[in-house]
């Protein structure tokens, strides 16, 4: 239940940001915004369905569910990494 709370909290959060995200700073149109913000929502549920053929044919539920879990935490990382503009990792 935990799982699918921060599964729904970080898509929902994503979409709505992402829109201010392309236009704003990556100086994106507004259509072209718009067509990108809703590629990203078709890909999510089109995705959703190759994992779930992934998981009955072959790899597993459990698999699935880890190696999936592993590759969305290590994009929410990084989309925090990057959200700060100088990361000082060496005091000096």
Do not use: R
């Amino acid at each position: 239940m935990t799982y699918m709370f921060f599964q729904a909290y970080s898509f929902y959060g994503l979409s709505a940001i992402l829109w201010l995200y392309l236009s704003d700073e990556l100086n994106f149109q507004s259509n072209t915004a718009d067509s990108l913000v809703h590629w990203f929502i078709c890909a999510t549920f089109v995705f959703s369905m190759v994992g779930g053929a992934i998981s009955d044919h072959g790899f597993g539920k459990v698999k699935t569910i880890i190696v999936s879990g592993l590759i969305w935490i290590a994009g929410a990382a990084l989309l925090i990494w990057a959200s700060y503009p100088t990361v000082h990792l060496v005091q000096q």
